[in-house]
């Protein structure tokens, strides 16, 4: 019987009730809804936005927010990098400004310079790549990953031979961090550089971060107290504060030796090494006498060679500083720019600024950056709004079994659940058990109990058993559930007797009635107990990471959870939203059946 009857409908009492409860239910909705959103959209995010609290992601409709997130992935989430190659002083990138819109005659410009001045590939950065912490993938990250997968046709037994290196899966194959603003960084001389360098050479312009050694320079007078002001860098020699930066701060590979310091090379060699048969068995080498010996044009690979080359610059008396110049990408490009327009004037007139000297003139990174957005802001966005997600699918596809084995898992759970617990709850419904009022109260008494209280003892006894990093020992401890028998003896209770009455006049076995009669008409509470044993088995994390330490043997959750460690806050979420699909799913394709299950059954 209802509660409110039909002709209290009406009254003003019963619709102010009513009123009440809908808002409660409303209030209760939102309540659980809006911190569902925030998560969604969480996911979408990266460190420049997850503070944010808005359902949908700004940058997918503000260009302003999109130019922050966008500089942020190809400066590598690091503030340092952005401010080195940029000389921007954002101190972190929600701080960063769209720059003005500057002619396309520059962008034009230095376009074709890149093109024509043939700079190595030890000039520039790798834009979008390993983050500083590691906690997202980026596109060229996974573009290096796949490079180096088909040069070993996919085969990691061919990468670990070709390249000696031990990684576990594609998953975990990085390229190496840059830093070519330090003075000390040198690449490692072994193959897998070599083949980052040769992926790095097809890298288009958008995903180059050319150094700049200006902003270098600038950084070094902050770190000695002095004010940088109109300061730029010189190619040679202009006082002891050049002096100190170019032979103990700047990296080696921008410093070039005068061939006039030939001879001050060979002593300062000769000093060192004595003889020219110990230079040559350390630098694997044949030369005839230490005159012979050249300065080497590989100054980033780590050689003997380097390391002679970095002790000899930094020595005021071998190495005359005015034996010393630099070359620089700024210089390159000034250069560039001297050459075609000849005058000042004629470069401020192109431009449409007002330049003083070449000097003014720097590397027009932040414009390339907001031209790009501009020209692929609808692919930009779809590329932030997936990075999290493609990390998650990824991990979870090429890394592990988690999905066999979470799907063997949850597929024998459902399977047993619907062996084990309906011929438990047929047999107490259908006979008169002595003591069943006792073995009812055992199963319902197993409620009161938490599972974690069961954890060590299923641990020892599987231990003893022989069955651990089995799916014997995630199946056997929740096969029988005494919440399921007793919903289901409640259940089968309720079927009308007289059709088992009527099936044994025709002759039917007790196995057909319980078959053909008992499980048919019990669909709707049978898809209830499936469901459980499907969440059960799903989000089971704990029982599986502790039984299952193998990781050949772990299930969806315990990868997610490894991946959680090591992810961004937004990779978290992902992980999370990808984590729901299944039981979702589950549900809504279930629905109609799972809730005739939770209605008495009545006969009609």
Known sequence: MPIILKSEKRQPRTRIVHIVLYAMLALGAVTMVYPFLLMASGSFKSKVDVQDLNIIPKYLYKDDILFKKYVEAKYNESIAEYQAATGDIAQNFRLVKVPDKVKGVILSDWRDFVETANMPNSWFLTAFGPTADGKVV???????????????????????TRFDEPIESWFFLKFPAERLYDRKYQLSNTPLVSAFYQFKANLPLSDRIYVSCDNVYKNYL?????????????????????????????????????????????????KKYTYIENLNKL????????????????????????TDYMLFISNPVA???????????EFLWRGYLKSKYGSVADVSSAYGNKYTNFDEINIPQLNLDREYILNNSGLLRREFATTNYRMVMEYILFYGNGIYNTFFYCLASIALALLVNPLAAYALSRYQLPGQFKILLFLIATMAFPSVVTMIPNFLLLRDLG?????????????????????????????????????????????????????????????????????AAYSNFMYAFILCQDKDMWTLTVWLYQLQQFSSQGVVYASLMIAAVPTLVIFVLCQNVIIKGIVVPTEK
């Open 319 to 329: 190495c005359p500083i005015a034996g010393l110049s630099l070359t620089t990408p």
């Open 283 to 306: 630098y694997t080498t044949n030369y005839e006498s230490f005159q012979a010996v050249p300065f080497f044009k590989d100054r980033t690979t780590s050689s003997a060679q380097l």
């Open 138 to 160: 980026q596109k060229n990250e996974r573009a290096y990953r796949n490079f180096i997968s088909d040069m070993c046709s996919n085969d990691l037994d061919v990468f670990r």
């Open 467 to 535: 069955l651990l990093n089995t799916f014997a020992a995630l199946l056997l401890p929740t096969m029988a559930n005494g919440y399921s028998i007793f919903l289901l003896k409640g259940f089968f209770d309720s079927l009308p007797q007289e059709l088992f009455e009527a099936a044994e006049i025709d002759g039917a076995s007790e196995w057909q009635k319980f078959w053909m009669i008992t499980m048919n008409l019990s669909k709707p509470i049978l898809a209830v107990v499936a469901l459980g044993a499907f969440t």
């Open 222 to 270: 902050k770190l000695i107290g002095q004010q940088s002001g109109s300061k730029v860098l010189q190619a040679r020699s202009t006082g002891p504060i050049w002096d100190d930066f170019v032979r103990n701060f700047l990296h080696p590979q921008f410093v070039v030796p005068s061939p006039d310091l030939l001879p001050n090379w060979a002593n300062f060699l000769e």
